[in-house]
């Protein structure tokens, strides 16, 4: 399983008592479980009330304990460790925090407020686009990191790319190795099928290569929704691994070559992931178009075009045959205004939001109709020109909520905004949280107080006042 566990609950929702408290960070509860290790939600107080530093805390399972190879769990466990603090790269998962030598053995990373890509293609749907391209380059970024440092991840898969609002971020190298280990075969090593290379499944000796075929069935699969190859069976799919070219029927030319670049079956003829990046960045750079490979994608059918910054995904409400929990909901626009200056300076202003009760009832009907685990709200105004309110429910109700801004933002908030978000409970940007997030409870996570409080970070935190702001559908 992921260390970057995706926020989603488990049956008791909290860990033991004897586990409320790991390494010094204190636990909340429990993100994920699988056979080797549990990840728990644990916070750490910055100095001078700054907020906290969350990480997805990873420990192994106690009943690991009585099985007679547990030293070999640890083993593994350590050189997991050992290649993750090799990593400094925003789209790799990275270490703030282990003890390996503890009597249960714990590591703290980075946490990621997101899903994985496999929960997002099953929220949303095939991803399509520059989006696509985006989720490319994030991965290609984390791990040409990996392989510039001799690291074969060997277990790529939607499942194991976490889709954070600033970017993807490759995460599980626990059966990861370096480049030359004597025993960096595909023969009894651990492995998922589906998205594993010819040479992986023929246990033959693995290189970089064998992750960019990986990767390469996996952006196929993102940009289609199924695999690259029948799939009746396993087995039909691992025949179809060894022998047959990937299926890149309705895919975009210039991304169809690109996968069938990746996925060609002598691991000598793939790109590195140096080259590969390479190609992601120029195809978004737009200074790539004149050459065939990045000739951009002609329309695909579907209506409307998503469209969005870095990860958002933003569809209208008019899009046929997606689930409408997807959809921004359609609501009147207001034209943003500047403030006059001078003896007019005090008239009320024409388009300016006057009731936000209005606007708070647009949210919680939004948040309604949302229903699903993830859902985006993004606003518009004349000063903060894109703003995301991204959340994310747990199987239990908790909600995880990010105040997410543009990037590209131009005006950034003044002191008095970063105060008035502090002010109303939010945790601040940090090293490991990119953007304001908001861990709320089961009862703040109701959709009444998540409207409430949307719209008093907009008024304190994102708008100037007075405030002019626009629910932008698209």
């Not at 025993?183 to 992750?211: I, V």
Request: hydrophobic residues 35%; glycine residues 10%; proline residues 6%.
């Amino acid at each position: 399983m992921g260390i970057f566990a995706a926020n989603k609950g488990s049956p008791s929702g909290r860990p033991p008592q004897a586990t409320r408290s790991i390494g010094g960070w204190i636990i909340d509860h429990k993100i994920g479980q699988g056979g080797f290790g549990t990840v728990y939600l644990g916070y750490k107080d910055l100095p001078d009330n700054r907020g906290k530093l969350r990480a997805a805390v990873k420990v192994i399972n106690s009943d690991l304990r009585a099985q007679p190879d547990y030293e070999g769990h640890v083993a593994r466990f350590m050189a997991e460790f050992q290649i993750l603090r090799q990593l400094d790269n925003p789209n790799c998962a990275r270490v703030l925090d282990a003890d390996i030598k503890a009597a249960r053995p714990w590591m703290a990373t980075q946490f990621v407020a997101g899903d994985s890509l496999s929960e997002e293609l099953g929220h949303d749907g095939p991803i399509v686009g520059d989006l696509w391209w985006f989720l490319a380059r994030d991965v290609l970024r984390g791990l040409n990191e990996a392989h510039q440092k001799n690291i074969v991840h060997r277990d790529i898969k939607p499942q194991n790319i976490m889709r954070g609002s600033r970017g993807s971020v490759l995460i599980d190298f626990g059966i990861a190795k370096m480049a030359g280990n004597p025993n960096l075969t595909g023969q009894g090593s651990p492995m998922t099928p589906a998205f594993a290379s010819p040479e992986q499944l023929e246990g033959r000796e693995l290189s970089p290569a064998s992750d960019i075929f990986s990767l390469g069935h996996t952006l196929l699969f993102s940009s289609t929704g199924r695999y690259g190859f029948k799939s009746e069976s396993l087995q039909s799919l691992v025949s179809g691994i060894l022998t047959s070219d990937p299926d890149v029927r309705g895919v975009p030319t210039d991304i169809a070559k690109f996968i069938q670049h990746m996925m060609t079956k002598n691991p000598v003829s793939r790109p590195s992931a140096r080259d590969a990046l390479e190609v992601c960045e120029l195809r978004l750079s737009g200074s790539g178009k004149s050459r065939e490979a990045f000739q951009p994608a002609k329309k695909d059918g579907r209506s409307p075009a998503q469209r969005g910054v870095g990860n958002i995904r933003i569809f209208t409400p008019k899009a046929a045959g997606i689930d409408p929990v997807s959809f921004r909901q359609q609501v009147k626009k207001i034209k943003p205004v500047i403030a006059p200056k001078g003896p007019k300076a005090n008239r009320p202003l024409q388009g300016t939001i006057r009731d936000w009760k209005d606007v708070e009832m647009d949210v919680v009907n939004f948040l309604i109709k949302a229903g699903k685990s993830q859902f985006v709200l993004p606003f518009a105004s004349k000063i903060a020109r894109e703003v995301y309110f991204q959340g994310f429910f747990d199987s239990e109700g908790r909600c995880t909520l990010e105040a997410v801004s543009n990037e590209y933002l131009e005006n950034k908030i003044s002191d008095n905004q970063h105060e008035a978000m502090l002010n109303l409970g939010w945790e601040p940007p940090t090293e490991g949280l990119s953007n304001y997030i908001k861990f709320l409870g089961f009862d703040d996570s109701k959709k009444t107080r998540i409207g409430k409080l949307i719209v008093e970070s907009l008024r304190a935190g994102y708008l100037e006042q007075p405030a002019a702001l626009m629910i932008d559908a698209g």
